[in-house]
Nanobody, 125 residues
Framework: QVQLVESGGGLVQAGGSLRLSCAASGRTFNNYAMGWFRQAPGKEREFVAA????????YSTDSVKGRFTISRDNAKNTVYLQMNSLKPEDTAVYYCAAALSWGPEIDREYEYDYWGQGTQVTVSS
């Protein structure tokens, strides 16, 4: 089992920044690829970004490229999502998730074995 706890969400004005953190406990954190997803009101959950266990590979959805950066610190069992130039359409609950492998479908929910409870991000216009 891997337990994931997100933090760092909040209310921010458009153009502002937030850094989300996801602390992991349980099984060896650095065995897992990590991802961030989000779910806006009335919409399905969508992929945001992912990072391989060694940080050698990252992948993000087009809508956040150049604005969001995923990183991890395996010594601290934590993955981060730095979000800059936030837009109202970034408003959502953000979830982190852990996957046992990195592959071409790392942007799919079914690749992930463990999920956090989510943290709310609200961007005002």
């Amino acid at each position: 089992q891997v337990q994931l706890v997100e933090s760092g969400g909040g209310l921010v004005q458009a153009g502002g920044s937030l850094r989300l953190s996801c602390a992991a406990s349980g099984r060896t954190f650095n065995n897992y690829a990590m991802g961030w997803f989000r779910q806006a009101p009335g919409k399905e959950r969508e992929f945001v970004a992912a990072i391989s266990w060694s940080s050698g590979n990252t992948y993000s959805t087009d809508s956040v490229k150049g604005r969001f950066t995923i990183s991890r610190d395996n010594a601290k069992n934590t993955v981060y999502l730095q979000m800059n130039s936030l837009k109202p359409e970034d408003t959502a609950v953000y979830y982190c998730a852990a996957a046992l492998s990195w592959g071409p479908e790392i942007d799919r929910e079914y690749e992930y074995d463990y999920w956090g409870q989510g943290t709310q991000v609200t961007v005002s216009s």
